[in-house]
């Protein structure tokens, strides 16, 4: 299954949020940790992940620091702020918000296709 690039791109700040409140983390770690998550139904990429990092450290939802990974090599990471926190919050109540919309619009259009409308005849 394809997942939307715009469905891909609503979620990609919660998800990253949500990962950053996990603990501190740097990119390939964050990509892992995505694909784990979706089942290897979410592909992200460089391309897509750093620009959304950059973004929220600009925002405040992130900071960034220099460290050296287990082999020796320098590479940046990540970790949640506050404010980070806090958005992480609204977005969550956001997602709920439209989870349970499209919980009850897709209930009502499956009972629909188990016990379609009857239409009397002359009106088809």
Request: proline residues 3%; hydrophobic residues 45%; charged residues 25%.
């Amino acid at each position: 299954m394809r997942i939307d690039k715009d469905l891909v791109a609503a979620s990609a700040t919660p998800l990253v949020l949500g990962i950053l409140a996990d603990g501190e983390s740097y990119g390939y770690a964050i990509l892992k940790r995505v694909d784990e998550l979706s089942g290897g139904r979410m592909q992200w990429t460089d391309g897509m992940l750093y620009p959304l990092l950059h973004r929220l450290e600009r925002l405040g939802l992130v900071e960034a620091s220099w460290g050296t990974s287990d082999v020796g090599r320098r590479r940046k990471h990540y970790a949640i702020t506050a404010a980070g926190r806090e958005a992480l919050v609204e977005r969550q109540a956001q997602w709920d918000v439209v989870a349970h919309a499209l919980q009850q619009v897709w209930r009502s259009a499956q009972d629909g296709l188990q016990n379609p409308p009857r239409v009397a005849k002359g009106w088809a």
